[in-house]
T-cell receptor
Framework: AQSVSQHNHHVILSEAASLELGCNYS??????LFWYVQYPGQHLQLLLK??????LVKGIKGFEAEFIKSKFSFNLRKPSVQWSDTAEYFC??????????FGGGTRVLVKP | DAGVIQSPRHEVTEMGQEVTLRCKPI?????LFWYRQTMMRGLELLIY????????DSGMPEDRFSAKMPNASFSTLKIQPSEPRDSAVYFC????????????FGQGTRLTVV
């Protein structure tokens, strides 16, 4: 069965700092990869997705992620965070049968 | 489109009572997912449907939980009898057909069992 691991449970950083969140998955077949964001009290929203092609994908709000197939990783990055980026971030893997499995999430707190 | 619609947004019930959560997926989406989110366990996939047929219910915690999808525009998740440990936010999500695994989430139902 597929699984998704997010290395950091909590991240605290100051505004303008750079952010990188790790995500690794285990699955032997073809995958689609996603990062979702959940702002406090809200539902999950898609930040970016990778289906095929260029392994460096850009999403909304200045976020980007890089798919490294050999490492089974899909790390999320943002060069300069803002206070409004305070949220929980979820990595997800879509596999055969359209099954979507999420990682445990990383809570990010950006201090003003 | 209004997106995935869930009702109710909040539910408070007493232990032992039956609880029914409702979901209307985005029109035209073939897949519907039910997730549960708790602090301890994160976001868990409970069950998902394809064209109204349950595909994988291995995440359903126990027999007290059941889910149905009588038609393409409606699904329910029922807990009977409810227990305090069922308290969580339950999300419904839908996605387009095979190969389009991006899921769109509803606002969630916050369930509190006292």
């Amino acid at each position: 069965a597929q699984s998704v691991s997010q290395h950091n449970h909590h991240v605290i950083l100051s505004e303008a700092a750079s952010l990188e969140l790790g995500c690794n998955y285990s699955y032997g077949g073809t995958v689609n990869l996603f990062w979702y964001v959940q702002y406090p009290g809200q539902h999950l929203q898609l930040l970016l997705k990778y289906f095929s092609g260029d392994p460096l994908v850009k999403g909304i709000k200045g976020f980007e992620a890089e798919f490294i197939k050999s490492k089974f990783s899909f790390n999320l990055r943002k060069p300069s965070v803002q206070w409004s980026d305070t949220a929980e971030y979820f990595c997800a893997v879509g596999t055969a049968g359209n099954k979507l499995t999420f990682g445990g999430g990383t809570r990010v707190l950006v201090k003003p | 489109d209004a997106g995935v619609i869930q009702s109710p947004r909040h539910e408070v019930t007493e232990m032992g009572q039956e609880v029914t959560l409702r979901c209307k997926p985005i029109s035209g989406h073939d897949y519907l997912f039910w997730y549960r989110q708790t602090m301890m366990r994160g976001l868990e996939l409970l069950i998902y449907f394809n064209n109204n047929v349950p595909i994988d219910d291995s995440g359903m915690p126990e027999d007290r939980f059941s889910a149905k999808m009588p038609n393409a525009s409606f699904s329910t998740l029922k807990i009977q009898p409810s227990e305090p440990r069922d308290s969580a936010v339950y999300f419904c999500a839908s996605s387009l057909g095979v190969g389009y695994t991006e899921a769109f989430f509803g606002q969630g139902t916050r369930l509190t069992v006292v």
